[in-house]
Each structure stands twice: as structure tokens, then as C-alpha cells.
């Protein structure tokens, strides 16, 4: 099993900033990849970024050059830097977790986290 509690969420006026974190507990997986996907009202989960346990990073075009993300792989946790808010960022962000048995490479499996509300005001 994996757990994912993630911090950071709140409400900010545009122009703004907010840091979520997103911590993993587990003892018998390791991490693959960690990201951060979003749930507007009325829309999709869509990604916003991810980065795998060697440093690669994807981001979403809309976030490109406001968000970045980072991970620490020995507190299994990861980041995501939001700076220049804007109101159409308001979302419940998720964390996600990509893991395989620590004795196997194979499968991998997906853990969310439980979300935190941003709320971006105009």
C-alpha cells in the first residue's frame, strides 16, 4: 500500500503563489514517478506535472513557466512551485503516485492522493 498526504492548498488572489507538497509512505514500493493532475468544477482530471524518480519533468502547456516541480526521493515527497495564479488554476489538485514492487520491476501501480482545493481569485 501507498499513502499520499498532500499540504499546501488554499486560496490566493491572481498573481499569487502557493507551494503543495505531496508525502508518500511506503514500505514495500518504489516510487517511479510523482505528479500533480487538477479537477476543475465541471471538467476533467487533466495533468498539470509529473516528475519521475531521475528528474524528468512534463508539464502541462498551461502551467509552463508559473509551475515547477521537484521531488525529494529520500522523503519520497514532491513539490509543486505555483507562482503568476490565475483564476482559471482553481481546481482540487491530486497527487499521483507511479510505483513497482521493490523486488520486481513490474506492475506499476497508481495511487492518488486524497486532493486540496486551490481556489484563485480574481
Known amino acids: 500500500q501507498v499513502q499520499l498526504v498532500e499540504s499546501g492548498g488554499g486560496l490566493v488572489q491572481a498573481g499569487g503563489s502557493l507551494r503543495l507538497s505531496c508525502a508518500a509512505s511506503?514500505?514495500?514500493?518504489?516510487?517511479?514517478?510523482m505528479g500533480w493532475y487538477r479537477e476543475a468544477p465541471g471538467k476533467q482530471r487533466e495533468l498539470v506535472a509529473t516528475?519521475?524518480?531521475?528528474?524528468?519533468?512534463n508539464y502541462a502547456d498551461s502551467v509552463k513557466g508559473r509551475f515547477t516541480i521537484s521531488g525529494d526521493n529520500a522523503k519520497n515527497t514532491v513539490y509543486l512551485q505555483m507562482n503568476s495564479l490565475i483564476p482559471e488554476d482553481t481546481a482540487v489538485y491530486f497527487c499521483?503516485?507511479?510505483?513497482?514492487?521493490?523486488?520486481?520491476?513490474?506492475?506499476?501501480?497508481?495511487?492518488w492522493g486524497q486532493g486540496t482545493q486551490v481556489t484563485v481569485s480574481s
Open positions: 499521483e503516485a507511479l510505483v513497482t514492487p521493490r523486488t520486481a520491476r513490474s506492475p506499476t501501480y497508481q495511487y
Open positions: 511506503t514500505s514495500t514500493f518504489s516510487i517511479k514517478l
Open positions: 516528475v519521475t524518480s531521475d528528474g524528468n519533468t
